[in-house]
């Protein structure tokens, strides 16, 4: 419960992040904001990891990052660029059961009925949060915002899988310099430089959006996916816009629709039902481990007399 509860704290960080960007920072700069995101928060975690890359772990690394963190982010501002409100949201919505089901087959963890059941009313959850009337879709803004879900969706599976030998901060500052470095150059081809120096405001903003939402949220994040089955930090990731709803409520003093107050109840409805399969399970393996090791112990110490 206390690994779910560090994991929760990320999507909640990232809940933070739509008021921040429309507010504190520059606006009509996506791919800059995503690397000054990235970019220092990955160089921050080195310097406290103290631990460079090696073997393998230099292409790895380098997947993880375009996967997790340039891939993702960039599908995700072409999605919000191109699709009415909350649309983007919605389809990227479906990236719990994705994880669910790449881990099913690439980690041999067990996909119920339980898990789908809960993806399903997650992503109805999200839809009635978030969703509005709108008119006709962008297939380019469709077809990004479910290669972002299924971008990040590989990514936490893959980094899962491969990072078992090392610590999790360690794993995340790589990723994220090498995301970083690759939104860097997508900024140098495709984005240009803002006109006008940044505000204080702006510096502010970049500051929180670097060290809190992201340096802090993907560190707890990631050590969260490695302690957890791949599937519930993914479904955490479901309590992200029900934060945005509730921080937009706040600000523009708004009361929630009763279609609003449904899904978040879905979400809530989603996220326990996966824990409920899973951390009842982990402490009974706890207790088994904790009741053999006093057993053995016990043993031990008669030997011993």
């Known amino acids: ?38 970019l220092p928060a990955g160089i921050l975690l080195l310097l406290i990891g103290r631990r460079l890359p090696h073997g393998s772990w230099w292409w790895k690394a380098a997947v993880l990052g375009a996967l997790n963190i340039a891939g993702f982010f960039a599908f995700l501002f072409i999605a919000a660029d191109r699709l009415p409100g909350g649309v983007a949201a919605v389809v990227g919505g479906i990236q719990p059961l994705l994880v669910a089901v790449l881990a099913s087959r690439l980690l041999a963890e067990k996909l119920t009925g339980r898990v789908v059941a809960a993806g399903a009313a997650g992503v109805t959850g999200v839809a009635l949060i978030v969703l509005r009337a709108a008119g006709g879709l962008d297939a380019i803004g469709v077809a990004a915002a479910l290669l972002g879900a299924v971008s990040m969706a590989l990514g936490v599976v893959l980094t899962k899988a491969w990072s078992h030998d090392h610590p ?4 995340t500052a790589w ?15 495709f984005e240009p430089l803002p006109e006008q ?31 957890l089955p791949a599937r519930v930090p993914a479904f955490l990731g479901l309590l992200s816009p029900v934060v945005a709803l509730t921080i937009g409520g706040l600000i523009s003093r708004e009361t929630l629709t009763p279609t609003q107050v449904c899904g978040v109840v879905l979400v809530f409805v989603a996220v326990a039902a996966v824990l409920a399969g899973e951390v009842p399970r982990g402490s009974r393996r706890a207790l088994v481990s904790a009741e053999r090791s006093g057993i053995d112990r016990g043993r031990i110490g008669n030997r011993d007399v």
């Open 1 to 38: 419960m206390r690994a779910v509860a560090a994991t929760a704290v990320a999507p909640i960080l990232w809940g933070t992040t739509y008021i921040t960007s429309t507010t504190l920072l520059l606006a009509d700069h996506p791919l800059l904001t995503a690397t000054v995101r990235a």
């Open 168 to 171: 999790p901060l360690v794993v």
């Open 197 to 227: 120096p940044p505000t204080l405001t702006n510096i502010a903003g970049y500051a929180y959006l670097t060290l809190i939402g992201t340096a802090l949220a993907y560190a707890v994040w990631f050590r969260g996916v490695a302690a």
């Open 175 to 189: 990723q994220l310099i090498a995301g970083g470095l690759i939104l860097a150059a997508l900024v140098a081809v």
